[in-house]
């Protein structure tokens, strides 16, 4: 359906196009997604008045058993997601004017909806993740699954590589975390004596994404919070006055209640990051490349090496790095953090590079890191020799699927449904929506 006809169909206003149990699914809300979808070049796979009001219908199924499982998601990482896509946008578009015209919102209030759709897109994943977390795979149904795919299904590989990783935190001055500690000290009591409102200052200072709306990060339950701060702020019972000084793996925080609804709670921080020195980033560096000399000339493997190394979860499996996108142990370049894959693009199955400086994937901070380059497998058609884990997942993917559309199909049958006459006229890819027709 060309967009020409989106706009001739705009004569309406908050027209219900579906009803799923209490949930309306309105014309407006399926021309929002049409519009981002023509933003993102996302395809249609047939008319866009039927696909997309039935994913939309799909969503509200699985946002209902979020509601009903209490299905929490942690915030700072909603928050996350929703300022790397409006950077994007905005940086794809050329001005936070343009990316306004082209929704038809101001920032603000554009913020606020991709805040809503990004939390109900993670609530909707751990729903899925809890429908099929009792999955099974054996290795005879994986070869039975391969033996099955058609010859041009069979995927081509690219090229692929292992590597194994030593890193080290370089150590920040105490000082740091003393200047740091005293500059939340003194918002906090700027606040406290009402000459500053807290949101002013989050906005000025806070190292969060949720600066931009003076630190308030949402209605979150405990478990969508690091285990710090949700301690503390659990226990704040007077909106006008600051938190203590509260330390988690992003940094020092500081915390304002704005409102507590049962086992939900809504507030604010201000989170600043102590800084690694220039001088403690060099020591760093002569440290490990004194450990890569010592490895290269035979005193330790590099895999004896990796007890010293910083990251508990490669240091416990010999420096091995996993591939955080499918938990194998191979990456594809564009996989590898960038840092990494600089190194390894130049090196011989065995070498060890030199100390570089990369930010940590988890924490955004700067840490000091060796890499081994273990393999490198070049592009190729997949095999179950070469490529188990590969074929394994796309099996699993597959079934998963199965899974959820069985999910999907008896939800619909106990949920109430209704289609409105010009709605309705559709080949659904779901059984059963029809069930109940004006």
Known sequence: MAF??????????????????????????????????????????????CVIPEQLAVEKLFLHQADI?????????????????????????????????MFRKPMPELRQQLLENMRNQYRINEVQKSISKDLKVTPSDVRKYFSSLP???????PLQVEAKIITINPKIPQQEIDDVKARLRDYADRVNRGETPFSTLAIMYSEDGSSVRGGEIGFTGKAGLEPEYAA??????????????VETQYGYHIIQLIEKRGDRINTRHILLRPKVSDAELMNSLNRLDSLRTEI??????????????QDKDTRNNHGQMVNPENNSIRFEMDQLPQEVAKKVD????????EAFIMKDPKRNNDIVALVKLTARIPAH???????YQLIKQMYENSARQQMLKDWIEKKIKDTYVKIEDNWADCEFKNAGWLKIKK
């Not at 058609?381 to 490529?387: E, F, G, I, Q, Y």
């Open 151 to 157: 010859a041009d299904s069979i995927p081509f590989v």
């Open 232 to 245: 503390v702020a659990f226990n704040l019972n007077d909106p006008k006055k600051v938190s203590k000084i």
């Open 381 to 387: 058609k997949a095999n179950l020799s070469d490529d």
């Open 69 to 101: 499982d209490t299905v929490e998601v942690q915030e700072s990482m909603v928050v996350q997601a929703v300022e790397q896509r409006i950077n994007y946008m905005i940086n794809n578009l050329g001005t936070t004017e343009k990316v306004e015209a």
């Open 296 to 309: 290269t000339n035979g005193k330790y493997t590099f895999e004896e090496a990796t007890m010293v190394s």
């Open 4 to 49: 020409a006809a989106l706009a001739a169909r705009n004569n309406v206003v908050e027209e219900v196009a579906w009803m799923v149990g209490d949930q309306p699914i309105y014309k407006s809300e399926i021309e929002e997604a049409y519009q981002q979808m023509l933003y993102e070049k996302v395809p249609v796979d047939g008319d866009p008045y």
């Open 346 to 353: 130049g090196m011989q199955v065995g070498d060890v590079s």
